[in-house]
Structures are given as structure tokens and as C-alpha cells.
């Protein structure tokens, strides 16, 4: 059974531009979180997104959104570029009936 | 709002002796929790939980404790192995619908 998968693995983009990532769950699992990882913060949770809905949010601004597709698979969707957006970005799903999530091996986002 | 609180950043021992990750908590509806371990330019991989009835849980070299009246719980792994040096992250779930909250992990060194 194929892992979490996330795409791109490295990501350069320039201040004020919108970047999209994206995350392919497990097969089966119905639920994908996304985290911010940064030094020192650990990994602050995004929102998570459960049948096609979003289920939980965390505290990031409003230019933080995402979206999950009927295959489970989510985006998420950063717009106007801060340098501080700069971070891993890990994406985690899990099966409805366990709470162990599963991670991708997350985006490296740089802003320049 | 940091629910989950790691307030070690990192902690070195030598090989074969006991580590001790300590981890603390402020939402009294956790009732999940949960320890992931993770290397370098991978995403975390899970370790080992326990549930908020229970107050031990031993998995081979990895133990968990709970202590709810203290809202702290730790891990601990006997004996040490230089393989073990990795980011240790804690987190808590409160049920099954809601997301984990991680902590800002613990950065193990085991020395050979």
C-alpha cells in the first residue's frame, strides 16, 4: 500500500506570489490534515479536511485555504507570499476509525 | 495557543542508558495521545500512544506514562541506540473527530 505522497518536495517562490500543494492520502483514508513545520514552533496544525469538507481549522489567516477532492486527495493554497510562509509543509491522513495519522514527507517551501 | 508543550529542546545521553522525553498538557478533553519521531527531510513517523484511560503502555524498548492529574505525560525508551537520535514530537487528540495538536519536539542525541 502506497504512502502518503506530497508534491512538489522543494518549492522556491518569490514574495506576494500563491503557491498550491498537494497531497495523495492512502488508499482508504478519508481524512488529511495539513502542518506547518518551522524551527522551533513544531508542527502547527493547519485545518484538516474529511469527505470533501473541512472539518477542523487551525489559527493561520485567512490566506491559508485548502480544499479536498472526491479521491480524498487535498490541496492547500497559500496566497500573497510572506518570507515567514518559509517551512515544511507536511500533509497526514488518516483511516475514520483510528487516530494515528500517517505523514507525507512534506514540501519545502522558501520564500524569497 | 500551544495545548501541547515539549519544553526540552533537545536532551543527549549516552547509548544504552534510559532517555526520558517529557511532554505537558493544558486541554483537559484530550483523551489521545501520541508520540511520533522524526528524522531529517522525512515527515514523522508514528512511535507509540496511549489512551486517557490507561497510565502505561510499553511497546519493546518504548514506554509511555500518563499522569492526567498533572496533565504530563513521558516517554521512555530502554535502552538508548545511536539509531534513536531523532526529533521526538508529542501530540494530543481530543476524540476521534477532532486533529492532533503536536508540541515543539525534543531533539535526542544518543551517543555511542
Known amino acids: 500500500k502506497a504512502g502518503v505522497t506530497q508534491t512538489p518536495r522543494y518549492l522556491i517562490k518569490t514574495r506576494g506570489q500563491q503557491v498550491t500543494l498537494s497531497c495523495s492520502p492512502i488508499?482508504?483514508?478519508?481524512?488529511v490534515s495539513w502542518y506547518q513545520q518551522t524551527p522551533g514552533q513544531g508542527l502547527q496544525f493547519l485545518f484538516e479536511?474529511?469527505?470533501?469538507?473541512?472539518?477542523n481549522k487551525g489559527n493561520f489567516p485567512g490566506r491559508f485555504s485548502g480544499r479536498q477532492f472526491s479521491n480524498s486527495r487535498s490541496e492547500m493554497n497559500v496566497s500573497t507570499l510572506e518570507l515567514g510562509d518559509s517551512a515544511l509543509y507536511l500533509c497526514a491522513s488518516r483511516n475514520r476509525d483510528n487516530i494515528e495519522a500517517f505523514f507525507g514527507q512534506g514540501t519545502r517551501l522558501t520564500v524569497v | 495557543d500551544q495545548q501541547v508543550k515539549q519544553n526540552s529542546p533537545s536532551l543527549s545521553v549516552q547509548e544504552g542508558r534510559i532517555s526520558i522525553l517529557n511532554c505537558d498538557y493544558t486541554?483537559?478533553?484530550?483523551?489521545?495521545f501520541l508520540w511520533y519521531k522524526k528524522y531529517p527531510a522525512e515527515g514523522p513517523t508514528f512511535l507509540i500512544s496511549i489512551s486517557s484511560i490507561k497510565d502505561k503502555n510499553e511497546d519493546g524498548r518504548f514506554t509511555v506514562f500518563l499522569n492526567k492529574s498533572a496533565k504530563h505525560l513521558s516517554l521512555h525508551i530502554v535502552p538508548s541506540q545511536p539509531g534513536d537520535s531523532a526529533v521526538y514530537f508529542c501530540?494530543?487528540?481530543?476524540?476521534?473527530?477532532?486533529?492532533?495538536?503536536f508540541g515543539a519536539g525534543t531533539r535526542l542525541t544518543v551517543k555511542p
Open positions: 501530540a494530543a487528540s481530543a476524540g476521534n473527530n477532532n486533529d492532533m495538536r
Open positions: 486541554n483537559s478533553m484530550f483523551d489521545y
Open positions: 479536511y474529511f469527505s470533501e469538507t473541512q472539518r
Open positions: 488508499s482508504g483514508h478519508r481524512s
